[in-house]
């Protein structure tokens, strides 16, 4: 009879040991993100000297620099703020006539590992149409952009009088594509005046 009643005992010893087992396994797996999440506390993708041109209405530009400390390349497929319905990504090329225009940049921006990426009047950057309120300056205006490793980066932009960034656009003129009055971009590549501090995000 001790023998029979032996063998519960031991199978109840067996499980509690499994049991506890298992419950120090789970406690390790959920420690590990937290090691993880510490160590990408610094983003590896930033926006420096970022800054949008002042205007009362239909497409305006936004400009900066976007640097990569990674070790690998990273791409930029889509820009969005809540001002303007419709935002892409464009470069500045010699148009048919030898004037510049600009028009939707193929791929995105890619910025190179340990590198950066301009964007300045007359060449890349971001384009925003059909804006739904003015932007004057010293208004901030917040970007959030997509990244190809599925990343999201937002940054503010302030707001800044310019007179140049005035390019027209590839595709037809800005009122028959709908966005108001404004041509955007001519082959200057000089910064505002009054753009003397940094901005990083």
Known sequence: ????SLIPA????????????GCGAASNETAAPASITASHGTPAVTVS???????????TGAFGVISNSSDADVTVVS???????????HETVP???????MRAKEGGFTV????TFKLEPGANHIMLMGLQKPIKAGD????????????????????????GANENYDGGSVEDAGHGGMEHGDSSHSTPESDTSS???
């Open 1 to 4: 009879m001790n023998k029979i």
């Open 10 to 21: 031991l199978s109840l010893l067996a499980a509690a040991s499994l049991a506890l087992a």
């Open 49 to 59: 000297d970022a800054w949008i041109k002042a205007s009362e209405s239909g497409m």
């Open 79 to 89: 820009a969005a703020t809540d001002i303007s319905p419709m935002v892409e990504l």
């Open 95 to 101: 148009g048919a006539s030898g004037s510049m225009q």
């Open 112 to 115: 190179p590992s340990k590198g």
């Open 140 to 163: 901030d205006v917040t970007f959030t952009l997509k990244l190809s490793d599925g990343g999201i980066l937002t940054f503010t932009a302030p707001g800044k009088d310019f007179s």
């Open 199 to 201: 901005h990083t995000k």
